[in-house]
Protein backbone atom coordinates (compact mmCIF):
# COMPACT_ATOMS: atom_id res chain seq x y z
CA UNK A 1 0.00 0.00 0.00
CA UNK A 2 3.04 2.33 0.73
CA UNK A 3 4.91 1.52 -2.51
CA UNK A 4 3.83 4.26 -4.60
CA UNK A 5 5.44 2.49 -7.93
CA UNK A 6 2.26 0.87 -7.56
CA UNK A 7 -1.09 1.83 -7.54
CA UNK A 8 -3.48 0.16 -5.30
CA UNK A 9 -6.41 1.18 -3.94
CA UNK A 10 -7.41 1.03 -0.18
CA UNK A 11 -11.12 0.19 0.17
CA UNK A 12 -13.14 1.57 4.02
CA UNK A 13 -16.54 0.08 3.90
CA UNK A 14 -18.80 1.44 6.87
CA UNK A 15 -20.75 3.90 8.76
CA UNK A 16 -19.07 3.97 12.14
CA UNK A 17 -16.67 5.76 13.89
CA UNK A 18 -14.15 3.39 13.65
CA UNK A 19 -14.29 3.79 9.68
CA UNK A 20 -12.54 7.20 10.25
CA UNK A 21 -10.74 6.03 13.03
CA UNK A 22 -9.10 3.34 10.15
CA UNK A 23 -8.39 5.90 7.54
CA UNK A 24 -6.52 7.53 10.35
CA UNK A 25 -4.67 4.59 10.89
CA UNK A 26 -3.91 4.49 7.04
CA UNK A 27 -2.49 8.02 6.87
CA UNK A 28 -0.33 7.44 9.68
CA UNK A 29 1.45 4.67 8.19
CA UNK A 30 1.98 6.41 4.89
CA UNK A 31 -1.05 5.27 2.70
CA UNK A 32 -1.58 8.09 0.19
CA UNK A 33 -5.05 9.84 0.17
CA UNK A 34 -5.74 9.55 -3.19
CA UNK A 35 -5.42 5.40 -3.02
CA UNK A 36 -7.88 5.28 -0.31
CA UNK A 37 -11.71 4.72 -0.65
CA UNK A 38 -14.53 5.39 1.48
CA UNK A 39 -17.61 3.45 0.90
CA UNK A 40 -20.83 4.51 3.14
CA UNK A 41 -24.24 1.87 3.23
CA UNK A 42 -26.97 2.67 4.31
CA UNK A 43 -27.54 1.39 8.20
CA UNK A 44 -29.83 -1.03 7.04
CA UNK A 45 -27.75 -3.05 4.87
CA UNK A 46 -26.17 -6.01 5.74
CA UNK A 47 -28.95 -6.72 8.68
CA UNK A 48 -30.73 -9.83 8.51
CA UNK A 49 -33.30 -9.17 11.02
CA UNK A 50 -34.10 -5.73 9.32
CA UNK A 51 -37.65 -5.30 9.22
CA UNK A 52 -38.95 -1.85 7.49
CA UNK A 53 -42.58 -1.92 8.72
CA UNK A 54 -41.22 -2.67 12.51
CA UNK A 55 -41.20 -0.12 15.09
CA UNK A 56 -39.10 -1.81 17.18
CA UNK A 57 -36.41 -2.54 14.84
CA UNK A 58 -36.23 1.07 13.48
CA UNK A 59 -35.58 2.42 17.30
CA UNK A 60 -33.31 -0.12 18.03
CA UNK A 61 -30.98 0.42 14.06
CA UNK A 62 -28.88 3.34 15.29
CA UNK A 63 -27.90 1.06 18.07
CA UNK A 64 -27.25 -2.11 15.74
CA UNK A 65 -25.44 -0.33 13.36
CA UNK A 66 -24.72 3.62 14.36
CA UNK A 67 -23.45 6.13 12.37
CA UNK A 68 -19.93 7.54 12.99
CA UNK A 69 -21.35 10.95 14.48
CA UNK A 70 -24.71 11.54 15.64
CA UNK A 71 -24.89 14.95 14.43
CA UNK A 72 -24.75 15.35 10.83
CA UNK A 73 -22.78 18.54 10.38
CA UNK A 74 -20.25 17.13 12.34
CA UNK A 75 -20.30 13.87 9.57
CA UNK A 76 -20.98 16.67 6.72
CA UNK A 77 -17.59 18.36 7.98
CA UNK A 78 -15.35 15.43 8.67
CA UNK A 79 -16.35 13.87 5.15
CA UNK A 80 -15.34 17.21 3.75
CA UNK A 81 -12.28 17.21 5.13
CA UNK A 82 -11.42 13.98 3.75
CA UNK A 83 -12.35 15.14 0.33
CA UNK A 84 -9.81 17.60 0.64
CA UNK A 85 -7.06 15.40 1.76
CA UNK A 86 -8.19 13.91 -2.06
CA UNK A 87 -9.67 10.47 -0.48
CA UNK A 88 -12.48 9.61 -2.80
CA UNK A 89 -16.24 8.94 -0.89
CA UNK A 90 -18.96 7.01 -2.25
CA UNK A 91 -22.07 7.45 -0.28
CA UNK A 92 -25.09 5.22 -0.26
CA UNK A 93 -23.78 1.96 -1.66
CA UNK A 94 -23.86 -1.34 -0.63
CA UNK A 95 -20.95 -4.45 -0.99
CA UNK A 96 -22.76 -7.00 -3.27
CA UNK A 97 -19.33 -8.60 -4.39
CA UNK A 98 -16.26 -9.71 -3.85
CA UNK A 99 -13.72 -10.12 -7.28
CA UNK A 100 -10.69 -12.30 -6.76
CA UNK A 101 -7.65 -13.16 -9.62
CA UNK A 102 -9.18 -16.53 -8.82
CA UNK A 103 -12.76 -16.35 -10.54
CA UNK A 104 -10.99 -15.99 -13.66
CA UNK A 105 -10.27 -20.06 -13.02
CA UNK A 106 -14.30 -20.61 -12.10
CA UNK A 107 -16.05 -22.77 -14.49
CA UNK A 108 -19.07 -21.35 -13.37
CA UNK A 109 -20.34 -18.25 -11.17
CA UNK A 110 -22.37 -19.58 -7.86
CA UNK A 111 -25.46 -18.12 -7.66
CA UNK A 112 -25.44 -14.59 -5.17
CA UNK A 113 -27.68 -13.28 -3.08
CA UNK A 114 -29.27 -9.76 -2.33
CA UNK A 115 -26.57 -9.41 0.37
CA UNK A 116 -23.39 -10.62 -1.40
CA UNK A 117 -23.67 -13.98 -0.14
CA UNK A 118 -23.08 -17.57 -1.67
CA UNK A 119 -25.44 -20.07 -2.61
CA UNK A 120 -23.34 -22.86 -1.40
CA UNK A 121 -22.74 -24.85 1.88
CA UNK A 122 -19.64 -26.00 1.01
CA UNK A 123 -16.12 -24.24 1.75
CA UNK A 124 -15.13 -22.28 -1.01
CA UNK A 125 -11.71 -23.40 -1.61
CA UNK A 126 -11.33 -21.25 -4.75
CA UNK A 127 -10.52 -18.12 -2.36
CA UNK A 128 -7.61 -19.82 -1.03
CA UNK A 129 -3.97 -17.76 -1.58
CA UNK A 130 -6.84 -15.38 -4.11
CA UNK A 131 -5.50 -11.61 -4.50
CA UNK A 132 -8.44 -8.95 -4.38
CA UNK A 133 -8.95 -7.66 -7.66
CA UNK A 134 -12.47 -5.82 -8.14
CA UNK A 135 -15.37 -4.71 -5.54
CA UNK A 136 -18.93 -4.57 -7.02
CA UNK A 137 -21.16 -2.13 -5.30
CA UNK A 138 -24.68 -1.22 -5.94
CA UNK A 139 -25.72 2.58 -5.61
CA UNK A 140 -29.03 2.99 -3.28
CA UNK A 141 -29.56 6.16 -4.86
CA UNK A 142 -30.44 5.68 -8.20
CA UNK A 143 -32.84 3.42 -10.08
CA UNK A 144 -32.39 -0.02 -10.39
CA UNK A 145 -32.20 0.46 -14.60
CA UNK A 146 -31.76 -2.98 -16.42
CA UNK A 147 -30.03 -0.59 -19.04
CA UNK A 148 -26.55 -1.54 -19.14
CA UNK A 149 -23.46 0.51 -20.12
CA UNK A 150 -19.81 -0.58 -20.62
CA UNK A 151 -16.89 -0.17 -18.22
CA UNK A 152 -14.20 -0.08 -20.88
CA UNK A 153 -16.17 3.20 -22.00
CA UNK A 154 -16.58 4.66 -17.99
CA UNK A 155 -14.91 7.87 -17.79
CA UNK A 156 -14.27 7.09 -13.92
CA UNK A 157 -11.37 4.36 -14.52
CA UNK A 158 -9.44 3.52 -11.92
CA UNK A 159 -5.95 5.35 -11.51
CA UNK A 160 -4.76 1.69 -11.35
CA UNK A 161 -5.34 0.86 -14.93
CA UNK A 162 -4.00 5.11 -15.95
CA UNK A 163 -0.73 3.70 -14.59
CA UNK A 164 -0.51 0.47 -15.89
CA UNK A 165 -1.72 2.43 -19.33
CA UNK A 166 1.06 4.94 -18.86
CA UNK A 167 3.71 2.39 -17.60
CA UNK A 168 3.04 0.75 -21.17
CA UNK A 169 4.12 3.76 -23.00
CA UNK A 170 7.31 3.99 -21.26
CA UNK A 171 8.28 0.45 -21.26
CA UNK A 172 11.50 -0.38 -22.58
CA UNK A 173 12.42 -4.05 -24.29
CA UNK A 174 9.00 -4.68 -25.93
CA UNK A 175 7.55 -4.67 -22.25
CA UNK A 176 5.31 -1.78 -23.25
CA UNK A 177 3.18 -3.57 -26.11
CA UNK A 178 3.28 -6.69 -23.88
CA UNK A 179 1.91 -5.09 -20.90
CA UNK A 180 -0.76 -3.42 -23.53
CA UNK A 181 -1.73 -6.21 -25.10
CA UNK A 182 -2.51 -7.99 -21.27
CA UNK A 183 -4.61 -5.16 -20.42
CA UNK A 184 -6.49 -5.07 -23.42
CA UNK A 185 -7.33 -8.91 -22.76
CA UNK A 186 -8.23 -7.99 -19.39
CA UNK A 187 -10.93 -5.33 -21.13
CA UNK A 188 -12.48 -7.73 -22.81
CA UNK A 189 -13.32 -10.16 -19.82
CA UNK A 190 -14.69 -7.53 -17.93
CA UNK A 191 -18.96 -7.93 -17.73
CA UNK A 192 -21.13 -5.76 -18.93
CA UNK A 193 -22.20 -3.52 -15.58
CA UNK A 194 -25.46 -2.10 -14.59
CA UNK A 195 -25.66 1.92 -14.40
CA UNK A 196 -26.80 1.64 -10.87
CA UNK A 197 -23.84 -0.87 -10.26
CA UNK A 198 -20.21 0.57 -9.15
CA UNK A 199 -17.05 -1.42 -9.64
CA UNK A 200 -13.77 -0.54 -8.00
CA UNK A 201 -10.38 -2.13 -8.40
CA UNK A 202 -9.13 -2.61 -4.84
CA UNK A 203 -6.22 -4.25 -3.27
CA UNK A 204 -7.30 -4.42 0.18
CA UNK A 205 -11.00 -4.24 1.81
CA UNK A 206 -11.67 -2.98 5.40
CA UNK A 207 -14.83 -3.77 6.63
CA UNK A 208 -16.38 -1.92 9.70
CA UNK A 209 -19.69 -3.29 10.34
CA UNK A 210 -22.14 -3.59 13.13
CA UNK A 211 -21.85 -5.72 16.20
CA UNK A 212 -22.74 -9.42 15.70
CA UNK A 213 -22.13 -12.67 17.63
CA UNK A 214 -19.04 -14.73 17.35
CA UNK A 215 -19.21 -17.77 15.41
CA UNK A 216 -17.72 -19.58 17.90
CA UNK A 217 -20.30 -17.59 20.73
CA UNK A 218 -22.85 -18.55 19.20
CA UNK A 219 -22.27 -22.12 18.88
CA UNK A 220 -21.85 -22.16 22.85
CA UNK A 221 -25.34 -20.40 23.29
CA UNK A 222 -26.98 -23.29 21.00
CA UNK A 223 -25.31 -25.99 22.38
CA UNK A 224 -26.56 -25.21 25.98
CA UNK A 225 -30.11 -24.41 24.46
CA UNK A 226 -30.07 -20.64 25.59
CA UNK A 227 -32.99 -18.06 24.07
CA UNK A 228 -30.94 -16.37 21.39
CA UNK A 229 -33.53 -14.06 18.96
CA UNK A 230 -30.30 -11.72 17.55
CA UNK A 231 -29.55 -11.32 20.79
CA UNK A 232 -29.17 -13.37 23.96
CA UNK A 233 -32.15 -13.26 26.50
CA UNK A 234 -31.34 -12.80 30.00
CA UNK A 235 -33.70 -11.76 33.08
CA UNK A 236 -33.52 -8.67 35.41
CA UNK A 237 -30.87 -10.68 37.12
CA UNK A 238 -28.89 -11.14 33.90
CA UNK A 239 -29.75 -14.79 34.68
CA UNK A 240 -30.20 -16.79 31.39
CA UNK A 241 -32.57 -19.78 30.57
CA UNK A 242 -29.60 -22.28 32.31
CA UNK A 243 -29.96 -20.55 35.87
CA UNK A 244 -25.89 -21.32 35.99
CA UNK A 245 -24.95 -19.07 32.97
CA UNK A 246 -25.42 -14.83 33.79
CA UNK A 247 -24.33 -12.64 30.78
CA UNK A 248 -23.97 -8.83 30.07
CA UNK A 249 -22.98 -7.21 27.41
CA UNK A 250 -23.76 -5.48 23.72
CA UNK A 251 -24.65 -8.67 22.91
CA UNK A 252 -27.23 -9.60 25.20
CA UNK A 253 -30.90 -8.02 25.58
CA UNK A 254 -33.33 -7.91 28.42
CA UNK A 255 -36.71 -10.77 28.25
CA UNK A 256 -40.08 -8.88 26.62
CA UNK A 257 -41.55 -9.78 29.92
CA UNK A 258 -40.05 -6.43 31.29
CA UNK A 259 -41.37 -4.35 28.71
CA UNK A 260 -45.11 -3.34 30.08
CA UNK A 261 -43.66 -2.04 32.90
CA UNK A 262 -40.68 -0.75 31.56
CA UNK A 263 -41.93 1.61 28.70
CA UNK A 264 -39.43 4.19 27.47
CA UNK A 265 -36.33 2.09 28.31
CA UNK A 266 -34.49 -0.14 26.43
CA UNK A 267 -34.14 -3.64 26.16
CA UNK A 268 -31.17 -4.02 24.07
CA UNK A 269 -27.79 -3.80 26.36
CA UNK A 270 -25.94 -1.88 24.12
CA UNK A 271 -28.10 1.44 25.01
CA UNK A 272 -25.97 0.94 28.33
CA UNK A 273 -22.86 1.54 29.86
CA UNK A 274 -20.60 -1.53 29.74
CA UNK A 275 -18.82 -0.79 32.99
CA UNK A 276 -21.92 -0.55 34.83
CA UNK A 277 -23.29 -3.58 33.64
CA UNK A 278 -20.31 -5.16 34.01
CA UNK A 279 -20.71 -4.01 37.96
CA UNK A 280 -24.44 -5.03 38.09
CA UNK A 281 -24.16 -8.62 36.86
CA UNK A 282 -21.42 -9.32 39.58
CA UNK A 283 -23.40 -8.00 42.18
CA UNK A 284 -26.43 -10.37 40.91
CA UNK A 285 -24.31 -13.27 41.07
CA UNK A 286 -22.66 -12.62 44.35
CA UNK A 287 -26.59 -11.93 45.43
CA UNK A 288 -27.91 -15.12 44.04
CA UNK A 289 -25.05 -17.64 45.45
CA UNK A 290 -25.14 -15.89 48.89
CA UNK A 291 -25.61 -18.42 51.60
CA UNK A 292 -26.22 -15.25 53.90
CA UNK A 293 -28.32 -13.47 51.38
CA UNK A 294 -32.08 -14.01 52.27
CA UNK A 295 -34.31 -15.18 49.35
CA UNK A 296 -36.70 -12.85 48.09
CA UNK A 297 -40.22 -13.78 47.07
CA UNK A 298 -41.85 -12.96 43.51
CA UNK A 299 -42.91 -9.05 43.58
CA UNK A 300 -43.87 -6.28 41.08
CA UNK A 301 -40.15 -5.44 41.21
CA UNK A 302 -39.26 -8.88 39.96
CA UNK A 303 -41.00 -7.53 36.56
CA UNK A 304 -39.30 -4.08 36.20
CA UNK A 305 -35.74 -3.32 34.83
CA UNK A 306 -32.79 -2.42 36.84
CA UNK A 307 -32.42 1.39 36.44
CA UNK A 308 -28.61 2.38 34.79
CA UNK A 309 -27.42 5.72 35.43
CA UNK A 310 -23.81 6.03 33.78
CA UNK A 311 -23.42 7.44 30.40
CA UNK A 312 -22.02 5.93 27.25
CA UNK A 313 -19.72 7.17 25.31
CA UNK A 314 -17.36 6.75 22.24
CA UNK A 315 -14.16 8.16 20.81
CA UNK A 316 -11.02 7.70 18.36
CA UNK A 317 -8.59 9.68 16.89
CA UNK A 318 -9.84 10.94 13.38
CA UNK A 319 -8.06 11.92 10.16
CA UNK A 320 -5.62 15.10 10.57
CA UNK A 321 -4.76 13.56 14.66
CA UNK A 322 -8.40 15.51 15.55
CA UNK A 323 -9.72 13.67 19.27
CA UNK A 324 -12.86 12.92 19.14
CA UNK A 325 -15.13 12.12 22.00
CA UNK A 326 -18.94 11.69 22.34
CA UNK A 327 -20.92 11.24 26.15
CA UNK A 328 -24.10 10.83 26.43
CA UNK A 329 -27.01 9.85 28.94
CA UNK A 330 -28.44 6.32 29.15
CA UNK A 331 -31.05 7.58 31.27
CA UNK A 332 -32.89 10.30 28.88
CA UNK A 333 -36.07 12.01 30.73
CA UNK A 334 -39.53 10.50 29.58
CA UNK A 335 -42.61 12.33 30.26
CA UNK A 336 -44.54 10.27 28.69
CA UNK A 337 -44.17 6.94 27.17
CA UNK A 338 -44.31 7.44 23.19
CA UNK A 339 -44.30 11.26 23.95
CA UNK A 340 -41.85 13.24 22.15
CA UNK A 341 -39.65 15.08 24.22
CA UNK A 342 -40.71 19.49 23.67
CA UNK A 343 -37.37 21.38 22.77
CA UNK A 344 -37.81 24.15 24.56
CA UNK A 345 -33.68 25.48 24.72
CA UNK A 346 -31.32 25.52 21.86
CA UNK A 347 -28.25 23.37 22.18
CA UNK A 348 -24.61 25.08 22.94
CA UNK A 349 -22.25 24.89 19.99
CA UNK A 350 -18.54 26.30 19.78
CA UNK A 351 -16.30 25.48 16.89
CA UNK A 352 -13.16 26.83 16.78
CA UNK A 353 -11.51 24.04 14.70
CA UNK A 354 -10.07 24.23 11.77
CA UNK A 355 -10.37 20.53 10.14
CA UNK A 356 -7.70 21.97 7.59
CA UNK A 357 -5.16 21.73 10.62
CA UNK A 358 -6.76 19.84 13.15
CA UNK A 359 -5.84 23.02 14.91
CA UNK A 360 -8.78 24.31 17.90
CA UNK A 361 -11.67 23.44 19.44
CA UNK A 362 -15.04 21.95 18.90
CA UNK A 363 -17.56 21.58 21.77
CA UNK A 364 -21.33 20.91 22.40
CA UNK A 365 -23.85 20.65 24.99
CA UNK A 366 -27.59 19.26 24.20
CA UNK A 367 -30.15 19.87 26.83
CA UNK A 368 -33.29 17.80 27.87
CA UNK A 369 -36.79 20.28 28.63
CA UNK A 370 -35.74 20.55 32.28
CA UNK A 371 -32.04 21.72 31.35
CA UNK A 372 -30.24 19.13 32.30
CA UNK A 373 -27.05 17.85 30.07
CA UNK A 374 -27.80 14.81 27.74
CA UNK A 375 -24.96 14.94 25.95
CA UNK A 376 -21.40 16.64 25.50
CA UNK A 377 -19.41 16.38 22.20
CA UNK A 378 -15.95 17.62 21.58
CA UNK A 379 -13.03 17.37 18.69
CA UNK A 380 -10.30 19.51 18.94
CA UNK A 381 -6.32 18.62 19.18
CA UNK A 382 -5.59 19.20 22.59
CA UNK A 383 -6.06 15.39 24.75
CA UNK A 384 -8.11 15.96 27.55
CA UNK A 385 -9.26 14.23 30.67
CA UNK A 386 -12.08 12.04 29.82
CA UNK A 387 -13.59 11.65 33.06
CA UNK A 388 -14.19 15.46 32.41
CA UNK A 389 -16.60 15.35 29.86
CA UNK A 390 -18.31 12.39 31.79
CA UNK A 391 -18.98 14.86 34.86
CA UNK A 392 -20.70 17.26 32.59
CA UNK A 393 -23.62 14.58 31.26
CA UNK A 394 -26.87 14.99 34.24
CA UNK A 395 -25.64 18.08 35.39
CA UNK A 396 -27.89 21.11 34.57
CA UNK A 397 -27.00 23.40 32.79
CA UNK A 398 -26.43 26.46 35.63
CA UNK A 399 -23.79 24.44 37.19
CA UNK A 400 -21.81 25.85 33.98
CA UNK A 401 -21.64 29.61 35.45
CA UNK A 402 -23.63 30.71 33.04
CA UNK A 403 -21.82 29.99 30.29
CA UNK A 404 -25.02 29.28 27.60
CA UNK A 405 -25.95 33.11 28.19
CA UNK A 406 -22.52 34.58 27.66
CA UNK A 407 -21.52 32.59 24.91
CA UNK A 408 -24.74 34.05 23.14
CA UNK A 409 -24.01 37.10 23.68
CA UNK A 410 -20.41 36.94 23.00
CA UNK A 411 -19.12 37.47 26.48
CA UNK A 412 -17.22 33.92 26.19
CA UNK A 413 -15.61 33.46 22.53
CA UNK A 414 -13.87 29.71 23.52
CA UNK A 415 -16.25 27.38 25.37
CA UNK A 416 -13.68 24.67 25.69
CA UNK A 417 -11.04 27.51 27.64
CA UNK A 418 -13.60 28.39 29.56
CA UNK A 419 -14.30 25.11 30.90
CA UNK A 420 -11.09 24.66 31.50
CA UNK A 421 -9.98 27.65 33.88
CA UNK A 422 -9.76 27.43 37.86
CA UNK A 423 -13.45 27.88 38.62
CA UNK A 424 -14.40 24.83 37.33
CA UNK A 425 -12.42 22.38 38.72
CA UNK A 426 -14.84 21.46 41.44
CA UNK A 427 -17.12 19.95 38.32
CA UNK A 428 -14.18 17.66 37.83
CA UNK A 429 -13.80 16.64 40.73
CA UNK A 430 -14.70 12.87 41.85
CA UNK A 431 -17.06 13.66 45.11
CA UNK A 432 -19.06 16.43 43.20
CA UNK A 433 -21.52 14.35 42.31
CA UNK A 434 -22.04 13.34 45.66
CA UNK A 435 -22.04 16.70 46.83
CA UNK A 436 -24.47 17.37 44.44
CA UNK A 437 -27.14 14.44 45.67
CA UNK A 438 -26.24 15.20 49.45
CA UNK A 439 -27.56 19.22 48.76
CA UNK A 440 -30.53 17.73 46.99
CA UNK A 441 -31.30 15.54 49.68
CA UNK A 442 -31.32 17.94 52.72
CA UNK A 443 -33.04 20.50 50.67
CA UNK A 444 -35.60 18.62 49.17
CA UNK A 445 -38.41 18.94 52.47
CA UNK A 446 -38.23 22.33 53.13
CA UNK A 447 -41.49 24.00 52.37
CA UNK A 448 -39.88 26.50 49.87
CA UNK A 449 -38.34 23.98 47.75
CA UNK A 450 -41.68 21.72 47.45
CA UNK A 451 -43.43 24.59 46.19
CA UNK A 452 -40.75 25.29 43.44
CA UNK A 453 -41.16 21.42 42.89
CA UNK A 454 -44.79 21.32 43.21
CA UNK A 455 -44.85 24.11 40.41
CA UNK A 456 -41.96 22.20 38.16
CA UNK A 457 -43.76 18.71 38.48
CA UNK A 458 -47.27 21.06 36.77
CA UNK A 459 -44.85 21.95 33.94
CA UNK A 460 -43.53 19.06 32.79
CA UNK A 461 -45.83 16.49 34.04
CA UNK A 462 -49.09 17.93 33.47
CA UNK A 463 -48.84 20.91 30.63
CA UNK A 464 -45.57 19.18 29.11
CA UNK A 465 -43.93 21.68 28.39
CA UNK A 466 -40.50 20.98 30.58
CA UNK A 467 -38.79 23.99 32.34
CA UNK A 468 -37.17 27.28 30.19
CA UNK A 469 -34.91 29.00 31.22
CA UNK A 470 -36.91 32.21 31.91
CA UNK A 471 -39.22 29.86 34.34
CA UNK A 472 -36.12 28.29 36.25
CA UNK A 473 -34.94 32.33 37.69
CA UNK A 474 -38.65 32.55 38.18
CA UNK A 475 -38.66 29.14 40.45
CA UNK A 476 -35.15 30.45 41.86
CA UNK A 477 -36.85 34.09 43.28
CA UNK A 478 -39.20 31.55 44.91
CA UNK A 479 -36.23 30.10 47.34
CA UNK A 480 -35.90 31.66 51.24
CA UNK A 481 -33.38 33.70 52.26
CA UNK A 482 -32.43 30.72 54.70
CA UNK A 483 -32.41 28.21 51.97
CA UNK A 484 -30.15 30.07 49.93
CA UNK A 485 -27.60 30.87 53.09
CA UNK A 486 -27.92 26.63 53.65
CA UNK A 487 -26.89 26.07 49.74
CA UNK A 488 -23.57 28.79 50.32
CA UNK A 489 -22.54 27.39 53.96
CA UNK A 490 -22.84 23.75 52.32
CA UNK A 491 -20.73 24.74 49.06
CA UNK A 492 -18.19 26.40 51.35
CA UNK A 493 -17.61 23.63 53.43
CA UNK A 494 -17.48 20.85 51.02
CA UNK A 495 -14.39 23.40 49.25
CA UNK A 496 -12.79 23.28 52.65
CA UNK A 497 -12.92 19.57 53.00
CA UNK A 498 -11.28 18.96 49.98
CA UNK A 499 -9.41 22.42 49.69
CA UNK A 500 -6.02 20.39 49.08
CA UNK A 501 -7.69 19.58 45.71
CA UNK A 502 -9.23 22.84 45.40
CA UNK A 503 -6.56 25.46 46.32
CA UNK A 504 -7.60 28.19 43.53
CA UNK A 505 -11.11 29.06 45.76
CA UNK A 506 -11.37 31.67 48.46
CA UNK A 507 -13.10 31.38 51.43
CA UNK A 508 -14.09 33.95 53.90
CA UNK A 509 -11.94 34.27 57.07
CA UNK A 510 -15.31 34.24 59.04
CA UNK A 511 -15.28 30.70 57.99
CA UNK A 512 -12.41 28.95 59.52
CA UNK A 513 -13.30 31.00 63.21
Not at 126 to 151: I, Q
Not at 285 to 312: C, K, N, R, T, Y
Not at 440 to 451: F, S
Not at 471 to 488: A, D, F
Request: glycine fraction near 6%.
Amino acid sequence: MTDRRRTSNCVVYGRTLNTYAIIQGLLNRGVRPSSIILAIPEASNHIEEYNESDPIMQEDLPVIYPNAFEDEQIETKIQSMLEEMGITIYRQVKLMQIITDKDKEKPEPKAQFGDGSMDSDEPDEVFDNANLERLLFKKLNEVDDEEEEDEDEDENRSNSDMDEDMGARTGEDGSAEEDKSENEGGKEKKKRRKKNELELEARVLVTCGHRDVDPDVFKSIHDNGLVYNGRLIVDRHFQTTDPSIFAAGSLCEFSNRYKALSQGRSLRMDRYNGREMGSRLARSVFDIHDPHQPSAGESQLDEELPLFFLPQGQGGVLPNNIIYYHIKTTNPLILKPGEQEVKNRSDLVCDNLDTATGKGHFIKFTFNSIGLIDSVTYMGDEEIVLQSLWSFVGLHENYLNELTSRYDNNIIPNAVEFLSENWAIALYHEWFGDFCLRMRQGIQALDDVQKIIGHAFDKTSKERKGISRDLIKQLSGMLENKTTRMIEEETLEFIKTNMNHLPMYYIPGQEFK
